[in-house]
């Protein structure tokens, strides 16, 4: 019977020592199943991706933003392992600074600061590493306007002593551009009553006949002037052929450029408007590595067709042929002129 006792004791002990090594062997196959499904999951997911931040020098609601917003969304499908993500700033200037300090990746700049903040001059005297902005691809041209109600005005002499809208200060047209208008005339500031106001307020003040003419540098086309065709007469007063070439290349020389307002752009001209324009630019911040610059601006270029289903005036993000590098008024960024010149547009 002690015996039998001692049997029954044994086996119950080998009982539960199987039982125990059973439930390990069954833990261990279930956490070697959740690890491989782990590890199937993460086969799913891409390579880490690189954030890089792009600079809008627009808000949300306008027309640039969602060119801009579009851009970013072609990066994001097309260019392998990469998230570009937009944010807002207070313009090209700020972003000039951006782009040196490497606070942004990619940026929208104009030419002049472009160049003014490349070569560390006029208010860009303080940034501390310049040669870190880089040109990445050209975009829009804006196109000086300047503009009147009173037919007797015909020409640009015929300013001398009236009252002229100009852009406010810090504007896109700010007043370095008049002045180089004024100085292709061989006029002085003193011959003109400058008043400074936006865009806006020149509609009312030229209606008012508060103001004599107004002058406009900006994107074409000019909502307001549309509106104000509708119930009054505009004329537009153009550059001769030598007054154009002054301005474009000797004393704004280095980033503004020779423009034309079609005729088809509003409906009251009856013929095209030669005028001069600031290209406005995609920089690149150095630091950006080659490969991915290469590819973002090979996507950019060759997917625009697919910007512009996203808005029309995308058309001009780059534009056509050797347009697409007509800001290159700094040294380019080595993944963007690798592009460039496979197509032939830099040597």
């Known amino acids: 019977m002690k015996t039998y006792k001692n049997k029954m004791g044994l086996l119950l002990i080998s009982l539960l020592i199987s039982i125990f090594f059973v439930g390990c062997s069954n833990q261990n196959s279930s956490t070697k199943e959740n690890n491989d499904e782990k590890k199937e999951g993460n ?28 851009m970013a969304d072609l990066i994001n499908e097309y260019v392998p392992n990469v998230r570009a993500k937009v ?34 001059q006029d208010v860009y005297k303080d940034v501390i590493e310049p040669e870190k902005i880089q040109f990445l691809m050209s975009g829009i041209v804006t196109a000086d306007q300047l503009i009147t109600l009173d037919p007797k005005i015909k020409n640009f002499s015929d300013l001398k002593g009236k009252n002229i809208a100009i852009p406010t200060p810090g504007s896109a047209g700010a007043t370095w551009i ?42 074409i086309p000019t909502s307001f002037l549309e509106d104000l065709s509708v119930r009054e007469d505009i004329y537009f007063l153009e550059l001769t052929p030598d007054t154009q070439t002054l301005i474009a290349d000797d004393l704004l020389k280095g980033y503004y ?19 001069v324009g600031l290209p406005i630019a995609l920089a690149a911040n150095s630091d950006l590595d080659a490969e ?56």
């Open 43 to 70: 086969n799913n997911v891409s390579e880490e991706e690189k954030i890089i931040t792009f600079g809008s020098s627009a808000g949300p609601g306008s027309s640039s933003y969602i060119i801009y917003s579009g």
């Open 257 to 275: 450029v020779k423009n034309t307002i079609p005729q088809d752009t509003y409906s009251f001209l009856d013929r095209d408007i030669a005028t």
């Open 178 to 219: 008049w002045d180089g208008w004024i100085k292709a005339h061989n006029l002085s500031k003193e011959d003109f009553k400058e008043s400074p106001m936006t865009y806006g307020e020149m509609a009312d003040a030229l209606k008012d006949g508060h103001v004599d003419a107004a002058f406009i540098t900006t994107t």
């Open 292 to 347: 991915t610059v290469y590819q973002i601006t090979k996507v950019l270029y060759e997917k625009n067709p697919e910007l512009i289903k996203i808005h029309p005036a995308a058309k001009d993000w780059p534009g056509e042929g050797e347009r697409a590098v007509l800001a290159r008024v700094v040294p380019g960024h080595e993944g963007a002129d690798r592009y460039w010149k496979e197509i032939g547009f830099v040597e």
């Open 87 to 120: 944010t807002v700033t207070s313009g090209s200037a700020e972003n000039a600074r951006l782009l040196a300090s490497g606070q942004i990746d990619i940026g929208v700049v104009n030419s002049k600061d472009l160049y003014d903040a490349y070569h560390a």
